[in-house]
């Protein structure tokens, strides 16, 4: 099993940034891709960024330009720094680590942009 532990989220004002962090432990040898979706309330969960054990990062066009998806491999940690956000970026932020065909989850995080 794999657990992954967010942190990061809050209430920011458009225009503003956030870093999330998630970080996987337990049972991780095989991991490859991590990454990170969001759900609007009334919504489907949507892709925001994907990046390999080898640094290959994939965005949704959405959010391209604005944030950066890293990856430290020594500490297990996905890191999403989120710029210029904006009302519609509001969501839970679930992160995400999959080995072959099964992904695990985490817990998920709330980013509200307001004023």
């Known amino acids: 099993q794999v657990q992954l532990v967010e942190s990061g989220g809050g209430l920011v004002q458009p225009g503003g940034s956030l870093r999330l962090s998630c970080a996987a432990s337990g049972n991780i040898f095989g991991i490859n891709v991590m990454g990170w979706y969001r759900q609007a309330p009334g919504k489907q969960r949507e892709l925001v960024a994907t990046i390999t054990r080898g640094g290959s990062t994939d965005y949704a066009d959405s959010v391209k330009g604005r944030f950066t998806l890293s990856r430290d491999n020594a500490k297990n940690t996905v890191y999403l720094q989120m710029n210029s956000l904006k009302p519609e970026d509001t969501s839970v932020y679930y992160c995400?680590?999959?080995?072959?065909?099964?992904?695990?989850w985490g817990q998920g995080t709330q980013v509200t942009v307001s004023s």
């Open positions: 995400c680590a999959a080995r072959g065909q099964i992904t695990y």
